[in-house]
């Protein structure tokens, strides 16, 4: 069974900070990865994903993930927040092999990200 | 192109009533996915289709849950003597193939249900 856990369920940053927020996963295998940013009143949009080969990966809108399989972790960063970037910011898994369940998506709790002006 | 749709964007209903909450894949995906999101839970699997192969029901939370794919297409959920606990936000997608070989999801704005 997978699973993810993001840390912190808020995350504030000043316009122009460093954004990090951290997402942790639970696997017997390494997984495919996703980073999904949900606006208020929307649906989920993906930001970036990892399926195989370099660790780390550039998404839209300036965010970039590392697959650090030592660590299982995939954590999303942005040199400089930006006032747009406030919204809900979900990581996902999915079993990167053939089978029943393995084409879900399981997410984590997600991290709501404010930017303070 | 066009993105996944999803109707109603809102529905209110009293308990004990059935809804009915309709997908419209991307035009070409073979696959389409349910998922709820509610405060408590937060993003659930509930059940995926792919082509003509049987539906995997497995993340459907009782009997009262039922989905049906028309024609490869068209997606509608049906919650049968809806309770307080069915609301939340009932969210659609839809990729090329099983997002475990690297197909993303894309998902609809998904519909707000809220049981009184």
């Known amino acids: 069974a997978q699973s993810v856990t993001q840390l912190g369920s808020h995350v504030s940053v000043s316009e122009g900070a460093l954004v990090l927020l951290r997402c942790n996963y639970s696997?017997?295998?390494?997984?495919?990865l996703f980073w999904y940013v949900q606006y208020p009143n929307q649906g989920l949009q993906l930001l970036l994903k990892y399926t195989t080969g370099a660790t780390l990966v550039k998404g839209i809108n300036g965010f970039e993930a590392e697959f650090k399989k030592s660590e299982t972790s995939f954590h999303l960063t942005k040199p400089s927040a930006h006032m747009s970037d406030a919204a809900e910011y979900f990581c996902a898994v999915s079993a990167a092999y053939s089978g029943a369940g393995s084409y879900q998506l399981t997410f984590g709790k997600g991290t709501k990200l404010s930017v303070i002006p | 192109g066009a993105g996944v749709s999803q109707s109603p964007s809102n529905k209110v209903t009293e308990k004990g009533k059935d809804v009915e909450l309709r997908c419209d894949p991307i035009s070409g995906h073979t696959a389409l996915y349910w998922y709820r999101q509610s405060l408590g839970q937060g993003l659930e699997f509930l059940i995926y289709?792919?082509?003509?192969?049987?539906?995997?029901k497995s993340g459907l939370p009782s009997d009262r849950f039922s989905a049906e794919r028309t024609g490869g297409s068209v997606s509608t959920l049906t919650i049968q003597r809806t309770q307080q606990e069915d609301s939340a936000v009932y969210l659609c997608?839809?990729?090329?193939?099983?997002?475990?070989?690297?197909?993303?999801?894309?998902f609809g704005p998904g519909t707000r249900l809220t049981v009184t």
């Open positions: 997608a839809s990729s090329l193939a099983r997002s475990g070989i690297g197909y993303e999801q894309y």
């Open positions: 696997s017997s295998v390494p997984p495919y």
């Open positions: 289709f792919q082509g003509n192969s049987a539906p995997d």
